[in-house]
Structure formats: structure tokens, C-alpha cells
């Protein structure tokens, strides 16, 4: 374990939570650059931001240099970034299995000569206690390649995606006879509408809070996203 995993490790439940939960913000808002790049550079800290707090406390930690203004290097910056790229694409499995971060870190990160990266996977590997499968060449999309990130929640196919014009919201379409109301920026389902049958297509209207969705029964359906009211339809 890093000197860090194990500091926190021997602080009292209280005192780790709350640095867990408030110190890398702390850090940034105080300006201290090198020590919030080392905290969030640490295998120990982010396994243990995970387990505590779930995957999206984690990648919010990454954006606390941009929000207070803090000047990190083009290194810094270039480093934070695709480890928190890596954590975002894998969201939607760490979500539901949060012992694949090593696997994850290790397939999306092991081909980037950054010294903190590759210190921080040799610290995820030392951690494994028991045999596992590491491949010898990166074996998932890199950050910056493919999808920024995956939305699980659909049963059946979705046949149509639409994002609202402030690009904050999306609302996707599915066989599954429902419509999920997206927020792009946790990865998190908000509301889900039920019909009568398999949605087929799906846009939002200008203003950005209405949507309008037709399914295979025939009807159109109009929704509200303001206060995520009842589906509305009027039959085609």
C-alpha cells in the first residue's frame, strides 16, 4: 500500500472519512497544487474515495483545480485528466463492482509513460493479494477515445437518444416501453416514463424541457421534464 494508503488507513474512521471526503478540495482551494496532484495521483486514496464514497464523489475530486482556479502544469493537468477519463468510462462498471479498479485503471492507463501514472498503477498492482489476470498490453479504450462514458439502466434495446440544448440532460428511448431522463454530468438516471409500447423515437423542443416520444402502440407522448410530471399522449 502507498505512504499514503496506509496514513489513512491509521487514522480513526472519523477523521479518514472526512479526509476522504473534503480534503482534495481543501487542498485546491488553498492553492497547495503538489499536494492535491499527489492525493489524486495515490492508488491508496482513490480505492479508498471509492469504497467510502462511490465513483462519481471520485471524479468530481478531479475537477476541484479547474473550479477554484488552481494553476496546475500541462503535466499536471494532462495527468489528472486521463486518470479521471479512466474512471469515468469504467463508471458504469465500478458502480456495480468496485473491486475491477485495478483492472480498469491498469487496462485503460498501462501504456502512458507519465511517471505519476505508472507509479500509481504499480501501487493498484501491489495491492492485488491474490492471483489475477493482468494483461501485458492495454486491453480497454483509452481516455480520450470511444465513449466518454456508458448509461446503464434500459432492459431491451434503445432505439433513439436525444440531448437537450444546453447539453446538461438527455433522454433515451428504448423497446423496454420506457423513457429515461439522463443527467450527462453524473451518469445518473433522474426519472424513467412508462408506455404502452416500445419506444421508437424520441426529441427534444427547443426550450429544452419538453420532449416528444412515439411508441409502437400508435401514440405520441409529450413530456415535461420541468417538476418530471405524468407522460401526456395524444393517439396518432
Partial sequence: MSELGLWLAQQCQEDRDLSLKYQPKRFAKRGKVDRYCAWLTDFGFIEMKLELLGVQALIDD???????????????????RLIQGAIRKSAHVLEKDKTQLVEHLWGRLFDFEIPQIQGMLEQAKESKDRPWLRPLKPNLDRPGEGAVRTLVGHSDAVTAVAIAPDGKTAISASDDKTLKVW???????????????AFNGCAFAPDGVTVVA????????FLRLEGMGDLGDVVG
Fill in 214 to 221: 412515439g411508441d409502437a402502440s400508435g401514440r405520441v407522448h
Fill in 62 to 80: 478531479y475537477d476541484w483545480a479547474r473550479v477554484s482556479d488552481v494553476l496546475l502544469s500541462e503535466g499536471q493537468s494532462q495527468t489528472l
Fill in 183 to 197: 443527467d450527462l454530468l453524473t451518469g445518473k438516471e433522474v426519472a424513467s416514463f412508462s408506455g404502452e409500447g
